[in-house]
C-alpha cells in the first residue's frame, strides 16, 4: 500500500518541531490573560513578571493536578466533569498563587480571574489560529504524545471510518469544485484519494443505511419510526431502547467493526467490542467512564470549557440570526426554526463534533484497528434550512477542518491509519405537505377513511443525538440520570399509546415517505384497503404532493400506483403511466425491495417530485428530507484512499453491498484475517 501523498512523517515533524512555539506561545496567551484579569480585579494586584510567573507555575500545576481531577470526575459523573469545569481551573490558580510569593487572593477571585483568564485566553487562540480548529487540534495532538500506546501490531493498518451524515453526493462536488471544502479538494487533486457515488436503498434513512453499513443488511427497518406488528408498538431508531432491539435482530456478531473496533456517536454498533455515545448500548448500562473522562479532559483545560461554552452561546445566536434572516428573505421553501432547533443545533455543530473528534483521537492513540464515528452537523441544519443554504455549506466546512484535524492526529497515532469517509444517505428538499394543503397527512387520510387516525410525525432527530450525549455520561440514577430519562421519555412520546383504546390506523412520516399501518398482527394487502376505504387511495392520489402508493396485493405481489397507472415490480409490466418514471431507473428494484420486507406498512406514501427543480413534499416539517424517492436523497458519497478503492465494484446499490466494499477495505489493510471466506494478507494488503 503506497504512503498517502500527505505524509504522516511530514506531519509529525511540524507537529513536534511547534511544540515549542506552542509552549511559549501559551505561557505568552496565558501571562496576556492573567494582567487583563489583573486590570479588572482589584484584588488581582501584582507586578507583570509575578504575573509571568504565576502563568508558567499554573501551566506545570495543570500537568499535575488536571489529571487527577479528570481521573475523580470520570469516576463520579457528569455532575463533576461541570464542576472541574467550572472551578478546576481556579483550584490551578489558586495554588499556583500559593507557591509564587507577592500575591494573595480568596478563592473567589482566582475563580473570577481563571474565568476572564479563559475568556481571553479563547479569543487569542481563535484570533491566532484565525478562527479554525487548529487550537483544538494542538490539544489533542499534545494529549496524544504524553499517553502514547504502542500497537501490539504495528504492520496492520488501521482505519478510521468518518460518516458525513446526510451528505448528498451532488452537494460534495459542487463543493469540490468551488473549492469550500480545501482539504478534500487536496486529498483528490494530489491523487491520494477517489470519490464516487454510491446509491442508497429505501429507505434513505440512517437507520437502515448505517445497519447495512455495519451490521452487513437493511432488512428489518422500513423507515426511521415503524409500527411494529409483533410488538404492537411504534419503534423509533434512535431511542435507545428501540435501538437495541433493532440491532440484536440483525447482530450476526460479525459486523463492521468485530475485529478490535470501536463505535463512536452512531445509532448501532456493528459488533464493535467499545462502543461510545451509541444508541444501542446507552439504554443497557447507563454511563461510559471512558467518554466521561474525554469530555473531562477537553472541558478541564485552561480554554476548553470557555471555548465550548463561546462556541454553543455563538451556536445559538448564529441560528436565531439565520432564522430571522429566512423569514426576512422569505425564501421558500422554509420551515419554522425555533429556540428547541438553536439548541439542538448548538450540541450537534458545537460540543459533540469537538467530543467525537477528541474520541477518535484517543482511539487513535490505543492503536484501535477500525473506528466508525457519525458526525450530523451538516445534516442536522439542512434539515431545516435546505441542502445548499450558506449555514449548510458552513457546516460541511467546519467538517472539511475537521477532517484536516483527523489527518494531524494520525500523524502521531499508534499505528498506521487511513480515513475513508462515506455518507449514509443525501437529501431533498422542498415545502411541507402540511404547508401546501394546509393539513397534515394523517387528516387526510382521516378524512378520507371517515375515522380517527393517530399522527407520529414530529421531528426527532436531534433530540435523539442530544440524549445520547447526556445518556453516555450520565451515570445510573441522580441528576443526570433523570435528564437521561426525561430524554427517553421524549422519544417513548413518538410511540404513540398502547393498541387498546388506540386510533386502528396510524400514519407515520419519514422524510417524503410516509407510512399507513392498521394496527394488529396481519398485514392487509392492497385489495382489502381499496374496498374497505375506497376512497383512500384514489384521494390520497389526488394530492399533487402524492407521486405514488405502494403495496402488496393478496396474491403478494408489491405494486406502485400512481393517478393515471400502476406498476408490477415484480414484472415490471406497466398499465397505463408508469409512476415510477420520473424517480430513476432504479426505483422499481429498491421500491419492490422494500415493499416486500415483513416490517413494510400496508401503504407506503411516497410524495412527488418536480422534473425542474427536483423538489419534494415531506410529511415532516423540515426542508430538507430523505426517507423516499425523489431527488438527491438517494445519492451518497464514498471517499477513499485510491489504493483502498480498488477493491471497490464500478456500482453501488445498497448498503449492505457497501458494507461488502468496507470489509474488503479492512482485508487490504491486513486486518479481518479470520473471516473464512478471505486469505491471508500482510499488513499492505498483499496475499502471502
Not at 7 to 27: K, Q, Y
Not at 314 to 335: G, H
Not at 399 to 404: E, G
Amino acid at each position: 500500500m503506497p504512503a498517502p501523498s500527505h505524509s504522516p512523517a511530514r506531519s509529525r515533524a511540524r507537529v513536534v518541531a511547534g511544540d515549542l512555539w506552542r509552549l511559549l506561545g501559551a505561557w505568552a496567551g496565558s501571562t496576556v490573560s492573567l494582567v487583563v484579569a489583573a486590570a479588572l480585579l482589584p484584588d488581582l494586584d501584582a507586578p507583570f513578571w509575578i504575573l509571568a510567573a504565576v502563568a508558567a507555575v499554573a501551566g506545570i500545576v495543570g500537568l499535575v493536578l488536571r489529571p487527577l481531577l479528570v481521573g475523580l470526575a470520570a469516576r463520579i459523573g457528569w455532575v463533576a466533569i461541570i464542576l472541574v469545569a467550572l472551578v478546576g481551573q481556579a483550584v490551578v490558580m489558586q495554588v499556583a498563587l500559593t507557591i509564587v510569593p507577592g500575591v494573595s487572593i480568596s478563592f473567589w477571585t482566582a475563580l473570577a480571574a481563571s474565568w476572564i483568564s479563559a475568556a481571553v485566553g479563547t479569543f487569542i487562540s481563535w484570533a491566532a489560529a484565525f478562527g479554525t480548529d487548529d487550537g483544538l487540534t494542538a490539544h489533542l495532538v499534545r494529549t496524544q504524545q504524553r499517553g502514547q500506546v504502542l500497537a501490539a501490531d504495528p504492520g496492520v493498518v488501521g482505519v478510521v471510518f468518518v460518516q458525513l451524515d446526510g451528505l448528498p453526493f451532488p452537494v460534495l462536488r459542487w463543493a469540490i469544485q468551488s473549492g469550500a471544502v480545501p482539504t478534500i479538494r487536496r486529498w483528490l487533486t494530489t491523487g491520494g484519494y477517489e470519490l464516487r457515488q454510491w446509491t442508497v436503498q429505501l429507505p434513505c434513512t440512517t437507520p437502515a443505511s448505517q445497519q447495512g453499513i455495519l451490521h452487513g443488511t437493511t432488512d428489518g427497518i422500513p423507515a426511521f419510526r415503524w409500527y411494529d406488528r409483533e410488538l404492537g408498538r411504534v419503534l423509533v431508531a434512535n431511542r435507545p431502547a428501540d435501538a437495541r432491539v433493532i440491532e440484536e435482530r440483525a447482530s450476526t456478531g460479525r459486523g463492521l467493526l468485530s475485529d478490535d473496533g470501536v463505535s463512536i456517536s452512531n445509532l448501532f454498533t456493528g459488533d464493535a467490542p467499545r462502543a461510545m455515545l451509541t444508541m444501542s448500548r446507552i439504554g443497557a448500562s447507563r454511563g461510559s467512564e471512558q467518554t466521561r473522562r474525554a469530555a473531562a479532559w477537553f472541558l478541564a483545560s485552561p480554554a476548553g470549557f470557555a471555548r465550548s461554552l463561546t462556541r454553543t452561546l455563538a451556536e445559538v445566536l448564529k441560528e436565531r440570526w439565520q432564522a430571522r434572516r429566512q423569514v426576512r428573505r422569505n425564501l421558500d421553501p422554509m420551515v419554522h426554526r425555533g429556540w428547541t432547533f438553536a439548541l439542538m443545533r448548538a450540541v450537534t455543530n458545537g460540543l459533540l463534533r469537538d467530543l467525537n473528534t477528541a474520541l477518535v483521537s484517543d482511539e487513535m492513540r490505543r492503536g484501535t484497528r477500525a473506528i466508525y464515528v457519525d458526525y450530523v452537523d451538516y445534516d442536522e441544519i439542512a434539515h431545516h434550512a435546505g441542502m445548499f443554504r450558506p449555514e449548510s455549506l458552513a457546516a460541511l466546512d467546519g467538517l472539511d477542518r475537521m477532517l484536516a484535524s483527523l489527518e494531524t492526529l494520525a500523524a502521531g497515532a499508534a499505528r498506521s491509519y487511513r480515513i475513508v469517509v462515506v455518507s449514509d444517505h443525501g437529501q431533498s428538499q422542498g415545502a411541507t405537505f402540511l404547508s401546501r394543503h394546509g393539513h397534515d397527512l394523517a387528516a387526510a387520510c382521516e378524512q378520507l377513511m371517515a375515522q380517527d387516525v393517530q399522527s407520529v410525525d414530529e421531528p426527532v432527530e436531534g433530540v435523539g443525538r442530544a440524549g445520547a450525549v447526556v445518556g453516555d455520561v450520565a451515570g445510573s440514577g441522580g441528576v443526570t440520570g433523570r435528564v437521561a430519562d426525561a430524554v427517553d421519555h421524549q422519544l417513548e412520546s413518538q410511540a404513540g399509546p398502547d393498541p387498546d383504546g388506540a386510533a386502528p390506523t396510524v400514519v407515520l412520516g419519514s422524510g417524503n415517505l410516509a407510512l399507513l399501518y392498521v394496527r394488529g398482527p396481519e398485514r392487509l394487502p392492497l385489495d382489502d384497503l381499496e374496498r374497505r376505504w375506497p376512497d383512500l387511495v384514489a384521494g390520497l392520489l389526488a394530492y399533487p404532493s402524492v407521486g405514488f402508493v405502494a403495496a402488496l396485493d393478496s396474491a403478494g405481489v408489491p405494486w406502485a400506483v400512481g393517478k393515471d397507472g400502476r406498476r408490477d415490480l415484480v414484472s415490471g409490466v406497466v398499465q397505463g403511466l408508469d409512476p415510477l418514471a420520473p424517480y430513476g431507473n432504479h426505483a422499481g428494484r429498491v421500491l419492490a425491495r422494500a415493499v416486500c420486507l415483513p416490517e413494510a406498512p400496508d401503504l407506503y406514501v411516497n410524495s412527488s417530485v418536480d422534473p425542474d427543480t427536483l423538489d419534494v413534499s415531506g410529511f415532516e416539517e423540515l426542508v430538507g428530507v430523505h426517507g423516499g424517492l425523489g431527488g438527491w436523497q438517494d445519492r451518497a458519497v464514498l471517499l477513499a484512499p485510491a489504493e483502498l478503492m480498488t477493491v471497490a465494484p464500478p456500482t453501488i446499490e445498497g448498503a449492505d453491498e457497501l458494507h461488502q466494499v468496507l470489509l474488503a477495505m479492512l482485508r487490504a489493510c491486513g486486518q479481518r484475517a479470520d473471516d473464512p471466506e478471505e486469505g491471508q494478507v500482510d499488513g499492505l494488503g498483499r496475499a502471502r
